[in-house]
């Protein structure tokens, strides 16, 4: 590949582990099992780290989507007088691409490079989620600092926003809930929490007496648990999509499929409720790293080199290496034409098999070889992710915030929650007078995403006309409108989710969910460590997530163990 750097032969070229990709799972994978005395080789066709979470500047933001939103051309047909040698292919996961630019000076360089715009936001961490235990446990929060996301919110299409309490206090202050709202809020907080009290003392102490909701419930759909309490639907939007973080409309039983148990809702109110106040500088659950989320995966790739890992971006590889006799895996070709080889490997999720490939081996190669290379050509449905850059906020005052809007609350199609995340410049994401949006929502094709994301755009923020275009109608609605904030760039795009498989030599990553918090990436490395590992405990030698603590620097919030 003439484009690529002169990099000289890379030495050693035996490794215990092959990981190709720098995403948040593949920089789990790699710190773990660098910190394992495990000899890793962390590669990435990128310029940059992170893959499919990083965070970048807007025009190398542009660069990617486009450049992704079309599969290449595979490698030409290689061979090796040693070893079976079958190319690989890159399949796209991104489509539908559209970005606007509707004020041109965003794009100067003055701008465009001060702006670290995350590929698959919206994204946060709860400050009690599975992610920040494997931080403080892997040492690797000494290289990511974080900010509190100041306030959720669930919206309609009247433009309003409703704030989601997040303690007692909070549900006081409330001026959008009634007297009679707020008790019924208060009294089924008061009992999950006893729930909970009840099921961490069960183990240790008798529960006679206790608190504790019934099992019938527990296995019951959460929205038929809610419609027990009573609560009204307003509290219930709240619950299922503001706290519980639910994407599909749980009173639609065809469309949802299968309806979250009450089991797992209460599961995910817990980590809500544990998180507020798990450190005292952080205001309410939810926490962002500064810089963008691409900060996450490079803390873990600087954790995986000091422990020992070799890292080389800008290296792609083209070719898998076979035994030609047993059809075992052996090693990888990479772009500059040299043979590295490993015992196990890990791939991104858009790495395949090229179709040239499997049409020239026998139906006995190509069964071993179904059995050794990912299956992640099948995808497990798609995600609609949108990106504005504004001038303004969409709450006063307020600059991190969340808005979630629950099904049908735009227009009576709306299947799936659609998720929003305001961040400002004290995250170091943008220039100081403006804010990123990111848009989400999960969908069944790209039109129908894209659609859902426009209405809550429309919601949300004024779209710019020029001048010449104004009517006397624009005119005289410009008073409704003078409180939104002006769109200045705009993408949108949809991505689709591809499953990790778990092979015996040869694994794929996942790709990134439409989750908010990061909790099944985090299960997907460590389902991939314990694959590679066994028994072995991730991260054993480094500290205990136990006693964290935290300090301020700069308003910021850095957790310590």
């Given at each position: ?34 910190s ?15 893959s ?56 100067d360089?003055?701008?465009s ?7 698959c ?17 892997s ?16 919206g ?10 997040d ?21 089924f907080?008061?009992l ?36 027990k ?19 599909y409309?749980q ?21 809500y ?31 995986a ?7 080389v ?51 006995q ?17 798609k ?33 799936a ?36 994301l ?45 499953k990790?498989?778990?092979g015996g030599s ?19 490395a ?9 028994s072995?405990?991730?991260?054993k ?17 850095e957790?310590?163990?």
């Amino acid at each position: 590949m003439s484009d690529l750097p002169p990099y000289p032969p890379l030495d050693p070229t035996t490794y215990d582990l092959i990981i190709v990709g720098t995403g948040v799972s593949e920089s789990i994978l790699s710190a773990a099992a660098s910190s394992s005395g495990t000899s890793v080789l962390h590669l990435d066709p990128n310029p940059f780290y992170g893959s499919h979470s990083a965070s970048l500047s807007l025009p190398d933001l542009t660069s990617f989507l486009h450049s992704n939103s079309l599969s290449p051309p595979p490698p030409p047909p290689s061979d090796t007088p040693d070893f079976l040698s079958v190319d690989l292919a890159t399949r796209s996961l991104y489509s539908s691409v559209e970005i606007a630019t509707f004020d041109s000076s965003i794009l100067d360089e003055r701008h465009s490079r001060k702006f670290n715009v995350d590929l698959c936001g919206p994204r946060v961490l709860f400050c009690a989620d599975e992610s920040i235990n494997l931080m403080l446990k892997s040492g690797s929060n000494n290289y990511v600092e974080f900010k509190s996301v100041d306030a959720s919110f669930v919206g309609d299409s009247s433009g309003e926003l409703r704030s989601v309490p997040d303690s007692r206090a909070a549900i006081f202050k409330d001026k959008s809930l009634g007297l009679m709202e707020k008790k019924q809020l208060m009294k089924f907080f008061k009992l999950v929490q006893a729930h909970l009290a009840a099921a961490a003392a069960s183990s240790t102490e008798s529960d006679e007496g206790a608190v504790k909701i019934a099992e019938e419930d527990m296995e019951s759909p959460f929205v038929d648990f809610l419609a027990k309490m009573p609560l009204p639907p307003k509290i219930k939007s709240i619950i299922l999509y503001g706290i519980a973080m639910v994407d599909y409309d749980q009173d639609n039983v065809e469309a949802c499929g299968d309806l979250l148990k009450t089991r797992e809702g209460i599961a995910r109110l817990a980590l809500y409720i544990t998180s507020i106040g798990r450190f005292s500088n952080a205001l309410g659950a939810l926490i962002y790293p500064i810089y963008g989320q691409g900060e996450l995966p490079q803390a873990f790739c600087r954790r995986a080199a000091v422990k020992g890992c070799i890292y080389v971006l800008r290296m792609p590889i083209t070719a898998l290496l076979l035994d030609k006799e047993t059809g075992g895996y052996k090693g990888v070709r990479l772009a500059t034409g040299q043979e590295i080889f490993s015992q196990k490997l890990i791939l991104d999720p858009c790495i395949t098999v090229g179709s040239e490939s499997m049409s020239s081996l026998t139906d006995q190669q190509k069964e071993t070889l179904r059995v050794l290379v990912p299956k992640s050509i099948s995808s497990e449905g798609k995600i609609a992710r949108g990106i504005c850059i504004i001038r303004g906020s969409v709450k006063a005052d307020i600059s991190n915030a969340l808005v979630v809007y629950p099904p049908k609350s735009l227009f009576p199609e709306q299947l799936a929650a659609i998720r929003v995340l305001q961040l400002g410049s004290g995250l170091a994401v943008c220039p100081a007078d403006m804010h990123v949006l990111y848009f989400s929502t999960v969908c069944e094709n790209d039109d129908q995403g894209k659609a859902a994301l426009l209405s809550a755009m429309s919601t949300l923020i004024k779209p710019q006309v020029p001048e010449n275009l104004q009517s006397d109608s624009a005119v005289e609605n410009d008073t409704a409108e003078a409180a939104k904030p002006v769109v200045l760039w705009r993408a949108l795009y949809v991505q689709a989710m591809v499953k990790g498989e778990f092979g015996g030599s040869i694994s794929s990553a996942a790709s990134p969910d439409g989750n908010l918090s990061y909790n099944e990436l985090v299960e997907s490395a460590v389902k991939l460590y314990e694959q590679l590992m066994g028994s072995e405990e991730l991260f054993k030698e480094e500290t205990s997530p136990d006693n964290t603590t935290e300090e301020e620097n700069d308003g910021g919030v850095e957790i310590e163990a």
